[in-house]
T-cell receptor, first 114, second 117 residues
Framework: KAGVTQTPRYLIKTRGQQVTLSCSPISGHRSVSWYQQTPGQGLQFLFEYFSETQRNKGNFPGRFSGRQFSNSRSEMNVSTLELGDSALYLC?????????????FGNGTRLTVT | DQQVKQNSPSLSVQEGRISILNCDYTNSMFDYFLWYKKYPAEGPTFLISISSIKDKNEDGRFTVFLNKSAKHLSLHIVPSQPGDSAVYFCAASGINAGGTSYGKLTFGQGTILTVHP
């Protein structure tokens, strides 16, 4: 079974621009979650989608948004980029029918904002 | 407010010996706990989990112990191998104030494990 795939692996953007990251979950998984990892804050939950609906949301500003398509693939968008948005963005998938199941992570997209 | 804490930033162990990684949590609503391993430039890899109805779960060389009264869990790796050298994250899940916890794990800051040959 193929794992979680994230594209692109690396991105360099300028402050003020917007960016879209993509995630393909494990086949059969209907839940996709997004996380931000920074040296200072560690791994932090952004939001979770299931059947094209956002079911859960972390404490991030509205500049961070996402969506999920009917094939469970998901995209995350960050608008008006700030220097502090430089981070590793991780996507994770799970079957989504219970919160008591492990998340399976992709290798992430490394975003650098200059 | 750090709800999941890994107080040891690093741990060094000799090959063949036991590695014990520790994790403390403060939120009594957490009822599902996981350990992940992370190599540089890769995403976290799930290792083992435990539900709050248990106090021990084993999977090969990995055993997780949960002490609910102390709000403490630990991961034991026996025997340790050089390939186990990585960052280990403890994570927790549970019904939050909003009534849902889907997809949300609260992570500790990680412990760097180095296993020397």
């Amino acid at each position: 079974k193929a794992g979680v795939t994230q594209t692109p692996r690396y991105l360099i953007k300028t402050r003020g621009q917007q960016v879209t990251l993509s995630c393909s979950p494990i086949s059969g998984h209907r839940s996709v979650s997004w996380y931000q990892q920074t040296p200072g804050q560690g791994l932090q939950f952004l939001f979770e989608y299931f059947s094209e609906t956002q079911r859960n949301k972390g404490n991030f500003p509205g500049r961070f948004s996402g969506r999920q398509f009917s094939n469970s693939r998901s995209e995350m968008n960050v608008s008006t980029l700030e220097l502090g948005d430089s981070a590793l963005y991780l996507c994770a998938s799970s079957p989504g029918t219970s919160y008591n199941s492990p998340l399976h992570f992709g290798n992430g997209t490394r975003l650098t904002v200059t | 407010d750090q709800q999941v804490k890994q107080n040891s930033p690093s741990l060094s162990v000799q090959e063949g010996r036991i590695s014990i990684l520790n994790c403390d949590y403060t939120n009594s609503m957490f009822d599902y706990f996981l350990w992940y391993k992370k190599y540089p430039a890769e995403g976290p890899t799930f290792l083992i989990s435990i539900s709050s109805i248990k106090d021990k779960n084993e999977d090969g060389r990995f055993t997780v112990f949960l002490n609910k009264s102390a709000k403490h869990l630990s991961l034991h790796i026996v025997p340790s191998q050089p390939g186990d050298s990585a960052v280990y994250f403890c994570a927790a899940s549970g019904i939050n104030a909003g009534g849902t916890s889907y997809g949300k794990l609260t992570f500790g800051q990680g412990t760097i494990l180095t296993v020397h040959p």
